[in-house]
């Protein structure tokens, strides 16, 4: 039976990234993320909720997080989820899931940018220049850029021809959001 282990989140950092080195000199980054859902429930009020999440990256994408983002910035990530389990030091035992960071984008935070590459390291204003260009996905394992996440398609005819990757995605409604 075949597994998948896929995680998408998107999110502010909840603290400054921590970034250190395993014996190997591969470079290692824990982060938090804090992921913000708003709801109306039956009885008409206004809901929020905020999940917290604790993600780690390795090698180069570490030291990219760590160089460019600080508590507060919102990213999007892709990775996966991994239980680590421990013994704590009074003797329990202890357990937390986590996502690992396979890819992730830097993501514009509302007339602000994130730092990159001969940006600005404090996020500051840039409301009196051009917007910044969209910044690409960094793929882990490739130690390259990856492909841009895309919009979920509608179901398809199984018998049809497969879309091509040069078609774009369909626009989706308000009402085929299932939540």
């Avoid at 502010?12 to 080195?21: A, E, G, I, K, V």
């Avoid at 990856?146 to 009402?175: F, G, K, L, V, Y």
Wanted: proline share 10%; glycine share 8%; charged share 25%.
């Amino acid at each position: 039976m075949p597994n998948l282990n896929k995680v998408m989140l998107m999110g502010n950092l909840t603290r400054d990234p921590q970034l250190s080195y395993l014996p190997s000199q591969t470079a290692v980054v824990e982060i938090g993320v804090a992921i913000n859902r708003s709801w109306t429930g039956q009885d008409g009020q206004k809901k929020e909720e905020t999940t917290f999440v604790d993600c780690s990256a390795f090698g180069k994408t570490a030291e990219t997080i760590s160089k460019y983002l600080k508590k507060g910035r919102p990213i999007f990530l892709e990775g996966r989820l991994k239980y680590d389990q421990w013994e704590a030091q009074d003797g329990s035992k202890r357990s937390k899931l986590r996502v690992v960071i396979e890819n992730f984008q830097f993501i514009d935070s509302g007339g602000q940018r994130t730092a990159a590459p001969g940006g600005d390291a404090d996020g500051g204003d840039v409301s009196n220049s051009a917007p910044p260009a969209p910044r690409p996905a960094f793929n882990r394992a490739a130690g390259r850029p990856a492909a841009a996440p895309q919009a979920p398609r509608p179901a398809a005819n199984m018998d049809a021809d497969p879309p091509s990757h040069d078609e774009e995605a369909p626009p989706i409604t308000d009402s085929e959001i299932p939540f």
